[in-house]
């Protein structure tokens, strides 16, 4: 498995990671099943790890704390992420020793800023000193943020005087690419790594859906890209994923990540919910998109229209 570093943080993490949201009623997966999908991405060469404190109310940091009993400490690279509440100094302190105790480690390897609050209006200036405590006792070995902004990272940087913004974690798929505009190319000057999350746009690209066959229930129910006028679009995509994965021996989902990982400064962390699922999107890596594969793909996105308001 490739190696690339986790930003300036002096961590090593793999091509791809694994996202452990799916650990939680808002996906509904077993919790035995996301620990072998885990295990089984760890047998495989994936070290990275992606958790929340919000993620079943802590209850995917359990399930990920189980993960880590298996396969041991220190083969692991954990990234949990505070909750945009918690984001006050003391209450960013309490959050991460639950975290520390739900996720049975001394340290937490990426601790993340979920996301910038709009509701609390909490000083970043106050979340990053708490965070730089942290990283200063030992207790996190990386400070990260998720869904920031240029101005969000520009602002978190300046606050920091010890330690560094080493990731963002953002949305990033084949179909949802705003960060390309402005996030992308900051971060690659600024040498902070990208992990994409749903990478797979919760399995809209996963191949198995359809205009008459949509998932049903949990978070995918809020998610206005499984309306049937936004599944017809992403037809478009689907058709062209699926000629390119019949003349690879790869699957759909194999091809939307390897779009993803084709860009050196991108992680992917796609969500698994059994050790299938997890083993397929392994397979993403280790092998390259042609130019003309590429452009297909790219020439299907611009046929595209999504309508977030359908
Ligand atoms: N920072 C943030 O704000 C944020 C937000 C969202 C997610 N995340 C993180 O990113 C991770 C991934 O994102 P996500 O869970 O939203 O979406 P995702 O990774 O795009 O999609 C995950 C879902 O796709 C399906 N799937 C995965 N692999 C598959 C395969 N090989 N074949 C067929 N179906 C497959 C599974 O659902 P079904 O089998 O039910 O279809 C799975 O639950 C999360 O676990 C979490 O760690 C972070």
Redesign the pocket.
């Known amino acids: 498995m490739e190696m690339v570093d986790l930003g300036k943080s002096g961590i090593r993490i793999s091509r791809m990671?694994?996202?452990?949201?799916?650990a939680s009623s808002a996906?509904?997966?077993k919790d035995e099943d996301v620990v072998r999908a885990i295990s089984r991405a760890h047998e495989l060469g994936i070290n990275l790890?992606?958790?929340?404190e919000t993620?079943g109310e802590g209850h995917?940091e359990g399930v990920v704390g189980r993960a880590i009993k298996e396969i041991g400490r220190d083969d692991m690279v954990v990234?949990t992420?505070v909750h945009g509440a918690n984001l006050r100094y003391e209450e960013l302190q309490k959050a991460c020793r639950r975290s520390l105790e739900r996720l049975g480690v001394k340290e937490i390897d990426l601790y993340?800023v979920?996301?910038p609050d709009p509701w609390e209006q909490i000083p970043l200036k106050q979340t990053m000193s708490a965070l730089e405590k942290l990283h200063g006792q030992g207790k996190i070995r990386a400070i990260g943020v998720?869904?920031f902004a240029v101005r969000d990272l520009e602002e978190a940087r300046s606050c920091l005087s010890k330690a560094e913004i080493v990731s963002n974690?953002?949305?990033y798929?084949v179909l949802q690419r705003n960060v390309q505009e402005e996030v992308l190319p900051y971060c690659r000057k600024n040498d902070i790594r990208v992990?994409?999350?749903?990478?797979?746009?919760?399995?809209?690209?996963?191949?198995?859906?359809g205009v008459d066959n949509r998932?049903e229930g949990?978070?995918?129910d809020k998610n206005s890209l499984f309306t049937k006028p936004n599944m017809k679009q992403i037809e478009k995509m689907l058709r062209v994923l699926r000629d390119i994965a019949s003349g690879r021996g790869r699957?759909?989902?194999?091809v939307a990540l390897n779009w993803l990982v084709r860009d050196e400064l991108v992680t992917?962390?796609?969500?698994?919910?059994?050790p299938?699922?997890?083993?397929?999107?392994v397979g993403a890596v280790g092998w390259r998109l042609t130019d003309t594969e590429f452009e297909r793909i790219e020439k299907a996105y611009a046929s595209i229209s999504l309508d977030y308001l359908a």
């Open positions: 990671g694994i996202g452990a949201w799916q996906w509904g997966a790890v992606d958790t929340a993620y995917s990234a992420k993340q979920h996301w998720s869904n974690q953002v949305r798929n992990l994409a999350w749903s990478p797979l746009a919760q399995g809209a690209l996963s191949g198995k859906y998932p949990g978070v995918r699957t759909v989902p194999q992917p962390i796609p969500g698994a919910k059994d299938t699922q997890s083993e397929e999107n």
